[in-house]
């Protein structure tokens, strides 16, 4: 059984909420130093990694009201919760992303077609070697975390934190070529950085998007296996799943016998019920649909 099945949605909640607001704390003591810094060298190529190191820290506030959002109860508009909030704030991030890149988009090519020479010197080697042992920190700690509590939201949050690394690795190149006066070397890699972020938007939208546009998410082979070795049933169809990992919703049509007694129909149901949940874990609801073997499709 995995750790977020083990806990209550209060205190999933809870946990999820100390995580991204230790993460908004370093990625906005990240991305002031690089901004503050970037605008006193002239460097570009800091300040467009300063920008992204922000929106790490704006993705994280969204993701706070997302959850307080998604820990609501049921209710009569909403009678399957209010889960998908969390992924629709992931898919949020992705725009958020994607309003970034363009931005980045725009000074680097402004900056190429009208060049200038920026500050570097080991000042600036230093504040990106800080940077990215915090955001490599940050990776760990929110991928681990979003792992152990299944949360859609972290782990999307952890990717768009991945791309600050490799942002920042692409910038170590990037001022090595500006200290040794490579023309344009501020601008090509700010336009890379800008095509890292835009591919990991793309990224977190397609994953979102299976949540959001209920995409298949068990193996229906396994689930049809599950519910033949159950005694009583004479066959299986019509199996559908969507959700999230950790909110997953099944349905499907059952074949029994047609003297099978309405009592008896209903203990089956129930049982098949069980054994998916305890075969899947992360499964919140079943509905076992029973029809006679002679209605068989």
């Known amino acids: 059984m995995n750790a977020a099945a083990n806990l209550t949605r209060p205190t999933r909640v809870h946990q999820i909420a100390v995580v991204l607001w230790v993460t908004l704390g370093l990625n906005w003591l990240v991305a002031a130093l690089k901004i503050m810094f970037g605008l006193v060298t002239g460097c570009m190529v800091i300040i467009a990694d300063g920008a992204h190191s922000f929106s ?16 609501s109860p049921p209710d009569n508009g909403h009678p399957y919760g209010h889960q998908k909030y969390e992924t629709l704030a992931s898919a949020v991030i992705a725009f958020l992303l994607f309003v970034v890149s363009f931005s980045i988009f725009k000074e680097a090519i402004h900056s190429f077609i009208h060049p200038t020479q920026p500050e570097v010197n080991a000042l600036s080697f230093g504040l990106m070697t800080f940077t990215l042992v915090v955001n490599l920190f940050v990776v760990w700690y929110e991928r681990r975390a979003g792992r152990r509590l299944k949360s859609d939201l972290l782990i999307s949050d ?5 791309t600050d690394v490799l942002v920042t690795l692409t910038v ?13 070397m501020d601008s090509i890699f700010s336009l890379l950085i800008a095509a890292v972020i835009v591919t990991t938007a793309l990224g977190i939208l397609k994953t979102s998007s299976d949540v959001l546009c209920d995409k298949a998410v068990l193996d229906l082979g396994q689930i ?26 099944v349905d499907l049509h059952v074949l029994v016998d047609n003297e099978m007694t309405v009592a008896r129909s209903h203990q089956l149901a129930n049982t098949i019920e069980h054994d998916i949940k305890n075969a899947k874990p ?16």
């Not at 969204?62 to 998604?70: K, Q, R």
């Not at 952890?158 to 991945?162: D, I, R, S, V």
């Not at 049809?224 to 919703?249: F, M, P």
């Not at 992360?282 to 499709?297: A, C, F, L, N």
Request: a negative charge.
């Open 172 to 184: 170590f190149v990037a001022l090595a070529g500006i200290y040794w006066n490579v023309p344009r």
């Open 158 to 162: 952890a990717w768009h934190t991945l």
């Open 282 to 297: 992360g499964i919140h609801d079943v509905v076992v649909h029973v029809e006679p073997v002679s209605h068989q499709h």
């Open 56 to 71: 790490d820290g704006t993705s994280n506030i969204i993701g706070l009201i997302a959850i307080h959002v998604s820990a």
């Open 224 to 249: 049809e296996k599950i519910v033949r070795s159950v005694d009583g049933v004479q066959g299986c169809h019509q199996i559908r799943t969507r959700g999230r990992t950790d909110d997953i919703y």
